[in-house]
């Protein structure tokens, strides 16, 4: 085994993202993986949010998921419908996808990227100097890199050694969640009584007219939520068929689980992203419950915040600080995820109060502007990071616009495929000079004559020039003349050359 100069701990589709970015920026990453194949066991996380299915398009492989998945013009917040559909995105909706597909296309592309993937080893522990770490392997060995990122789960073995808190809030409530055969056919869908929410669907579904329709023959899926939180013992069939008789009345001959796991909505987030040369993201920097279906799309969003920092750190064209902006920017987005997951959990309680609060906020919610500002931030659309005072674009992400170039049309995330920066000037041809930055920041004049509008925000005014990070986050807005670009750039990409 030889050493590379970043090694991520686990292969879930956080590891998976961030060992992308490094490898389009040129970086030797490799991946330890606990498990000896890319399958999982259970469905676990349904699909991708819009900001998530952006993410993939800025990469050029949006379509990968697109083709398998079943769109939905909406998000859930607790079971209610927030409408996406007049959304200013391509994507203007989320899409069914089940975890192990998502996963499967993401290691089809590292494959192609040739990350190297060390599979059946675990990372057991590390040592840090000035220079890098000792990483330490459940098969005896040791491998060293500069950097080591811990993608490895809300059980993080890297957070744990790294001795990085976990402050939260223990679980309260627990729910069974199973693939299974049964032999009497269930009533499918959503029930709600005194303990709590339940459902019972199948894997095989396909969206008609906006509806859920379950296909003919194929596993079920259930989950039932239990009387008492707090069992730490893995579940076995014997607990699923009890559960389910204490809400049905019968466990419809229940047999045969390919999948049998409980879920909590225990909720932790890291104290901090970093330790000096250990990074923490995904579900190793924060858990909790998976209603909104928040994990996937938080963890694979942390690792395009980080990649490209990561990779221009150890390319020495920043300073290790910049490393610091990834906690700054990702653990505001992650406790604000944790808020609104605890509010879902608390509106999903099955007590008449917590049923009215529920139905107040609905109605809340069907007016234009709350369902906006919600659903904005479920589907990850509406993230701002703060980057100071200025143009609403400034901390958003960059929308997706149709440019006229020189050389023809030009959709602005293409210019992102590579994960490279990007100045679009909108004024005067050549007006904006960074041939000093000419080597890391790709420079282009173009013409966009459409409208300029951010979700949840409306209508903005058009900029002159807009600078792009590799994440498709804004960093600068230009008003005609070039004040602050030479700072701006310096802060994220470095000094000219
Ligand atoms: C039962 C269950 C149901 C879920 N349901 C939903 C849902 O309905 N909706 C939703 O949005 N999310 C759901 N989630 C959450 C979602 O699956 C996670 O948020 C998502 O997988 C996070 O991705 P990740 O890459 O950060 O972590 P993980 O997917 O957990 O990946 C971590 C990887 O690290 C590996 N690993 C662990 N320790 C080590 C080590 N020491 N060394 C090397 N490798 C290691 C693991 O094998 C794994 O491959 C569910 C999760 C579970 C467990």
Request: contains cysteine; glycine residues 10%.
């Amino acid at each position: 085994m030889t050493d590379h100069t970043v090694l991520i701990a686990g292969s879930g589709p956080t590891g998976m993202m961030l060992a992308a970015e490094l490898a389009l920026a040129g970086i030797d990453v490799a991946i330890i993986e606990r498990r000896t194949t890319q399958d999982i066991t259970g469905s676990r996380a349904g699909g991708l949010h819009a900001r998530t299915i952006e993410v993939f398009d800025q990469r050029g492989i949006a379509e990968r998921f697109i083709s398998e998945g079943k769109p939905v013009q909406a998000v859930g917040f607790q079971m209610i419908h927030l409408d996406l559909s007049d959304f200013p995105t391509r994507h203007p909706h989320t899409l069914g996808l089940w975890q192990v597909h998502i996963e499967r296309i993401l290691a089809d592309w590292i494959g192609e990227l040739k990350v190297p993937v060390y599979r059946g080893r675990e990372v057991t522990g590390f040592w840090q100097d000035d220079t890098g770490l000792d990483i330490g392997l459940s098969d005896g060995q040791s491998m060293r890199a500069e950097y080591l990122v811990g993608c490895d789960g809300g059980r993080s073995r890297v957070r744990k050694a790294a001795g990085i808190d976990f402050p939260g809030w223990d679980p309260t409530t627990s729910a069974l969640i199973a693939e299974v055969e049964m032999t009497e056919q269930p009533p499918l869908g959503i029930r709600n009584d005194a303990i709590g929410v339940h459902g019972i669907g199948k894997l095989n579904y396909e969206i008609r007219d906006g509806k859920v329709v379950f296909l003919d023959g194929g596993p079920m899926r259930v989950m039932v939520t239990e009387r008492h939180v707090g069992a730490t013992s893995e579940p076995t069939l014997r607990d699923l068929s009890e559960a389910l008789i204490a809400v049905y009345g019968t466990d419809y001959g229940v047999h045969s689980p390919t999948s049998l796991s409980r879920f909590t909505d225990m909720t932790r987030q890291a104290a901090t992203y970093r330790d000096r040369r250990v990074l923490l993201a995904g579900d190793a920097a924060h858990v909790h419950s998976p209603d909104g279906g928040q994990g996937l799309n938080t963890g694979v969003q942390d690792a395009v915040n980080l990649g490209w920092k990561l990779a221009q750190v150890i390319k020495r064209t920043s300073l290790a600080s910049l490393l610091d902006s990834y906690h700054a920017e990702r653990h505001p987005v992650g406790a604000r995820v944790l808020q609104i997951t605890m509010a879902a959990v608390a509106l999903r309680r099955p007590d008449e109060r917590s049923k009215a609060l529920r139905d107040m906020m609905a109605q809340l919610l069907s007016m234009d502007e709350p369902r906006k500002r919600i659903a904005a931030e479920m589907s990850g659309l509406g993230i701002r990071y703060d980057f100071g005072e200025g143009h609403p674009l400034l901390g958003r992400r960059m929308p997706d616009l149709d440019l006229i170039t020189a050389n023809g049309p030009l959709r602005v995330f293409t210019l992102l495929h590579r994960a490279r920066p990007a100045l679009i000037n909108f004024g005067e041809p050549g007006a904006l000079d960074i041939a000093r930055w000419a080597d890391r920041v790709q420079s282009i004049d173009a013409k966009y004559a459409g409208p300029w509008e951010l979700p949840a925000v409306g209508a903005v005014a058009a900029p002159a020039a807009v600078l792009i990070r590799p994440d498709g986050y804004v960093a600068w807005v230009g008003d005609g003349t070039q004040a602050r670009l030479a700072d701006t750039l310096t802060t994220w990409f470095g000094p000219p050359a």
